[in-house]
Nanobody, 123 residues
Framework: VQLVESGGGLVQTGGSLRLSCAASGRTFSDYSMGWFRQAPGKEREFVATINRSGVRKDYADSVKGRFIISRDNTKNTVYLQMNSLKPEDTAIYYC?????????????????WGQGTQVTVSS
């Protein structure tokens, strides 16, 4: 499966952004999906994950209550709605796909990755 993220940009503290990740090449609904992020000088970290049907979700503690992951299997797209953004949310955001369908929170679970989209939150 090929993944392409979009929707990143520059936003002020407290603002919102919605990231999208469009999938192609395989049956999208066969994959659980995840969002990760990587800030300069830091390891890539888990943000959110969603199962194949979109019913089950999991979030990193740092984004719970502010970010919402969702998917539209008719559009082969997964979304990350980011609200109440903080400067520490600044990072490159990546989407990833897991063919086994787990709600993975580690990078090793995911076999396909997008190229990333930059999110910058100004203070």
């Amino acid at each position: 499966v090929q993944l392409v993220e979009s929707g990143g940009g520059l936003v002020q503290t407290g603002g919102s952004l919605r990231l999208s990740c469009a999938a192609s090449g395989r049956t999208f609904s066969d994959y659980s999906m995840g969002w990760f992020r990587q800030a300069p000088g830091k390891e890539r970290e888990f943000v959110a994950t969603i199962n194949r049907s979109g019913v089950r979700k999991d979030y990193a503690d740092s984004v719970k209550g502010r970010f919402i992951i969702s998917r539209d299997n008719t559009k082969n797209t997964v979304y990350l709605q980011m609200n109440s953004l903080k400067p520490e949310d600044t990072a490159i955001y990546y989407c990833a796909a897991d063919r086994l369908g787990y709600l993975g929170t580690t990078r090793e679970r995911y076999g396909a990755w997008g190229q990333g989209t930059q999110v910058t939150v100004s203070s």
